[in-house]
């Protein structure tokens, strides 16, 4: 039995039910059984375990964390090992697609930098003695966290439910401008976006295809997009992303401009179109006033560039604008979108999951700034610090060190020594995510009530190491969270959980679940709540002259936390095609401005600190921006991220609200100054020209509409 | 008796034929692929599965610089447009740097590259050992067990798609417990050895025992290469040729794109297929639809 008293109403909201009002049938909890079992036997090979035919591969459904999307994925397994993953096609985030990232998650699994054993204060331990130092010190402990949902995310709830410590949900690659302007205009903060219906798609400083929302999904939509009749993509930028890549149209907008621009946007609709905000006073003035003069002034961008985009917006309706380049620019985007009659359209609210305590808490590069903030202050006494790595992703202006060493405890549950848990005091080795239970809840692209589940694909690769699912369990139960007493693992719990969720307990329900790699769960359509006044702005610091730094996202090393993997080092840059390092993109106009060329090394120094990198030049970029990709400059992510700069260390300091901009959106001013060393840059190809060749032949779209697409 | 001799006037007669009389005869299926350059979006989830499916070693940054990357499938980028060129005379890029302004109007042009398994692989009859030899899957392959590393055939290839292992990349490339993911369907190559995308023979052939078991041809779609398989956008599309109720089939015919020749001639010109380096009569398999954009 149970040691602590358990009602109806706690132990439904320890496993996530809270206010579902779902009825619980029997509450006998399944034992856990694996392939452990007889363990200690040795059997010949001869007699394999049933569900190992040697040399037949077989697939088994889970979910890949390799970014916060949650794409479903199958695994291939032979002779009890996992081999490769492919998108799961019934998941509805992906179907049966993946990315680069999801592909490299079996070097993830394997990688042999693993953390194998807990240590306490570098030192091995065993999981008893760093349990109890943990039971010991870490009350009152705050979560510090990327984005997380499911199961997970309700027993992290339970957990903090029983001290004073708080959430830290941090992304600094994230979409939080669009979901707060989604909520400020539609009261929706995450709407369905439909890629697919649209006939022509805006983006501005988002990218769609490569690392914003679900990527995979945006894809698979941006393929049915191309189709006959075909949309048209244009991307306002200051730096090309993959999204910008593939536009029609590309508009280099100076860094910090986007907002300017997105109103200019509006104000040609309004004098040009006749269209404008129905009951909206103050965004209409706001357009208004920004005329293409003014647009022009700031961000570099013509009128002619305006009226282009505008004209296509007006001639391919429904069209959807997706903005994230500031809170600004994303607000203003959501206002264009109404105006243009694209809400309704492309862009339909989403789902409310009834079992509330499961949805995504989206991570935010406001939550590193408040951790910095708050743990400088000593209001932070204890922390345990997973699937994120703030004392990489911070600017040096936050001083981090400092933050973390004020963390009176900080525990690490990490599957890789990084920045971060090398001033923790405890870490406590993490299952990869091919051996774990969980459930996660997509945050883009699902369908309503959508819950992918990961179950193992193989058995522990490093035995010592525990699932995150266990070890919140397992500090829960320790804070003496009531209804958990039952569960003697994860796996008995999610397994209780999540039939309570599907209202089943029967066997064949459970494993259709495992089979299907997701449930579902209840959940209720959202409205969209439209019609008040929003108040439009942009920021006046944008000027011309001076060059500011930015740093983008490329799927791939990510935000950093792929940097130890080979494959994702090995992979070209989409844009630059430079591999193993870092590289600091300029205009060719600002290079031959500045005296430097390809390869040459030069030192970017801002308030924040300098970073020294080489130059590759294309006209991809503004020429007032410097664009440093993030994720390479490790100090300590093992051998294979022992390369390239950290830009994200130099940017400048975030403000205190953070409502202005994210810290990847926020231009700070730099200057250049080269060393007078050059070195020749590894790229797959050191030719951005076809030579008159026919290799990539393009033809007009007027041309492919005269053939209605052909194939 | 199979000799290496005989072997060798085998394959300079299956090219003879294939140069002169467009094709080989002894095919009992010819696989295809088709990548649409409109929906490609550069994104690399292609490549990556490649090294997933068919352990291909990474190698790191200064093997890679020396152009001794094992990259089964990669993806070019240019950023000029020659075709989209006003003057229509091939020299887009000069043209642009005069006349452009200081930014890309458009983005990027991206090209999934990868061996174009050419009937009359020019490859192949340079062999000094017959390491490469056509499959009656219509399939360039490349005997790892042959191969003695003369490299004639990487010379000989225009689309400089074989991958040479000049060094014993494994224990780098995977180092314990990394060789546990090691796929065990297909070998892991050594030193010295000729490598190249084999349209991931190995799924073909479970496909081929899986239909003979059941005791029914390969049906359409059954086979999905790895690259195939996860690309998001559903790019590519992979089939074979012989069988003319698939999809791909479909689509040459649609394109109307003939093999055998190194120039097509369509009734409708307009239509978006095309080989790259036809006009080399190696005649490629595999077939690229125009990217199209807005001007």
Not at chain 1, 171 to 195: M, Q
Not at chain 1, 551 to 579: C, F
Not at chain 1, 619 to 639: E, F, I, L
Not at chain 2, 100 to 121: V, W, Y
């Amino acid at each position: 039995m149970s040691k602590t008293k358990i009602d109806r109403r706690n132990f439904l909201k320890v496993l996530g039910l809270g206010g579902a009002g779902a009825a619980l049938a029997g509450c006998d909890m399944p034992s856990y059984v694996t392939s452990e079992e007889g363990v200690e036997k040795v059997y010949s090979y001869l007699a394999p375990e049933e569900y190992v035919i040697p040399g037949i591969g077989v697939w088994y459904a889970s979910t890949c964390t390799q970014c916060p999307a949650a794409c479903g994925v199958h695994g291939r397994v032979r002779e009890g090992r996992v081999l490769k993953l492919e998108g799961n096609p019934d998941t509805a985030a992906n179907a049966g697609k993946l990315c680069q990232m999801g592909q490299a998650a079996i070097q993830t699994h394997f990688h042999p930098e693993r953390i194998t054993q807990p240590t306490i204060g570098g030192k091995p331990a065993t999981w008893d003695e760093a349990l109890a130092l943990i039971n010991k010190k870490a009350g009152n402990a705050s979560w510090v966290t990327g984005t997380v949902s499911g199961h997970q995310r309700v027993l992290m709830d339970a957990h903090l439910g029983t001290g004073t410590g708080r959430h830290y949900a941090i992304e600094v690659v994230n979409s939080r401008p669009w979901e707060d302007a989604s909520a400020a205009t539609l009261g929706d903060a995450r709407p369905n976006l439909h890629i697919d219906k649209a006939r022509a798609v805006l983006t501005i400083g988002a990218d769609v295809l490569g690392t914003w929302g679900n990527p995979v999904k945006s894809m698979r939509d941006y393929g049915n997009f191309r189709d006959a009749p075909r949309g048209v993509l244009m991307a306002v930028e200051a730096a090309m992303s993959l999204t910008g890549a593939n536009a029609d149209h590309w508009i280099a907008a100076r860094p910090g401009s986007e907002a300017a621009v997105t109103l200019g946007l509006g104000h040609v609709l309004m004098t040009k179109h006749g269209i404008s905000p129905a009951g909206m006073p103050s965004a209409a003035l706001a357009f208004k006033n920004m005329t293409p003069a003014r647009v022009h002034e700031l961000s570099g961008v013509s009128e002619a560039q305006l009226d282009k985009i505008a004209d296509t917006l007006m001639a391919n309706s429904p069209s959807l604008i997706i903005a994230n380049a500031s809170h600004a620019a994303a607000k203003t985007a959501q206002v264009l979108n109404l105006m243009l009659g694209n809400v309704g359209q492309t862009l339909t609210p989403g789902a409310a999951l009834a079992a509330g305590g499961l949805a995504p808490v989206t991570g935010s590069s406001k939550d590193l700034v408040e951790f910095a903030m708050n743990a400088k202050a000593g209001k932070v006494s204890a922390a345990f610090i997973t699937g994120t790595n703030p004392a990489f992703l911070a600017p040096a202006s936050l001083d981090m060190a400092r933050a973390l060493d004020k963390v009176g405890f900080k525990v690490a549950i990490a599957s890789f020594v990084d920045e971060t848990t090398q001033s923790c005091d405890v870490v406590l080795p993490l299952s990869s995510a091919l051996e774990d239970w969980g459930t996660h809840v997509p945050a883009f692209g699902g369908n309503p009530g959508d819950v992918h589940v990961q179950q193992p694909l193989m058995e522990r690769v490093h035995a010592d190491t525990r699932g995150l699912g266990d070890i919140v369990l397992g500090l829960a139960k320790e804070a003496g969270v009531d209804g958990l007493g039952d569960f003697e693992d994860y796996y008995g719990y999610l397994r209780t959980a999540v039939s309570a969720m599907i209202d089943s307990d029967l066997e064949g329900d459970w494993n259709r679940v495992l089979q299907a790699g997701q449930a579902t769960s209840k959940s209720a359509p959202t409205a969209f709540t439209t019609g008040g006044d929003v108040a439009l702005g942009y920021s006046e610091a944008v000027k011309s002259g001076g060059l500011s730094l930015i740093t983008a996202a490329r799927q791939g090393i990510y935000d950093g936390r792929h940097a130890n993997l080979p494959w994702m080092q090995e992979a070209p840059d989409q844009i630059s095609k430079a591999v193993w390092d870092s590289w600091a993109e300029i205009n060719p106009k600002t290079a031959a401005g500045l005296g430097v060329k390809d390869g040459d090394y030069v030192t970017l120094s801002t308030a924040g600190g300098t970073v020294t990198t080489r130059v590759f030049t294309y006209k991809g970029v503004h020429p007032d921006a410097v664009c440093v990709p993030m994720g390479r400059g490790h100090t300590n992510y093992g051998q294979y991220a022992d390369n390239g700069v950290n830009p994200l260390s130099i940017l400048n300091a975030p403000s205190g609200d953070m409502t202005a901009s994210e810290i990847i959106g926020s231009a700070t001013p730099v200057t250049l100054s080269a060393t007078g060393d050059n070195r020749h840059l590894i790229r797959l190809m050191d030719i951005d020209s076809q030579h008159g060749r026919k290799l990539v032949a393009t033809i007009p779209a007027t041309q492919f509409d005269r053939n209605q697409g052909g194939a | 008796m199979p000799s290496l001799l005989g072997n060798i006037f085998d394959i300079w007669s299956d090219y003879l034929k294939g140069n002169e009389q467009g094709g080989h005869h002894k095919y009992e299926h010819m696989y295809s692929m088709v990548i649409d350059l409109d929906k490609c979006t550069g994104c690399n989830a292609c490549s990556t599965a490649c090294y997933a499916e068919n352990n291909l070693a990474w190698v790191g940054e200064e093997k890679f610089g020396a152009r001794q990357a094992m990259n089964w499938l990669r993806i070019e980028r240019y950023f000029d447009e020659p075709d989209m060129d006003a003057a229509g005379d091939g020299h887009g890029m000069e043209q642009a740097a005069a006349t452009q302004s200081d930014t890309q109007d458009r983005g990027a042009s991206f090209l999934p590259m990868m061996c174009q398994q050419c009937n009359a692989a020019p490859c192949e009859p340079v062999c000094p050992v017959a390491a490469t030899y056509h499959t009656v899957d219509g399939l360039n392959a490349q005997v790892y067990n042959r191969c003695i590393g003369s490299r004639y055939c990487a010379n000989n290839c225009p689309f400089r798609v074989r991958n040479f292992n000049f060094y014993d990349n494994a224990p780098t490339a995977w180092p314990a417990p990394m060789d546990q993911g090691l796929n065990p369907d297909i070998s892991v190559r050594s030193k010295g050895v000729m490598e190249k995308c084999t349209f991931c023979i190995q799924r073909t052939r479970a496909a081929r025992d899986t239909a003979k078991r059941e005791g029914r041809e390969i049906r359409d779609g059954e086979i999905q290469t790895a690259c195939q398989q996860t690309c998001p956008t559903s790019a590519i599309l992979f089939g074979d040729l012989l069988d003319e109720t698939s999809k791909i089939a479909q689509v040459w015919k649609r394109q109307q794109m003939k093999l055998g020749v190194y120039k097509q001639d369509k009734a409708n010109p307009e239509l978006r297929g095309y080989r790259i380096f036809e006009e080399l009569n190696v005649d490629p398999k595999v077939l690229y639809l125009e990217r199209v954009r807005e001007v």
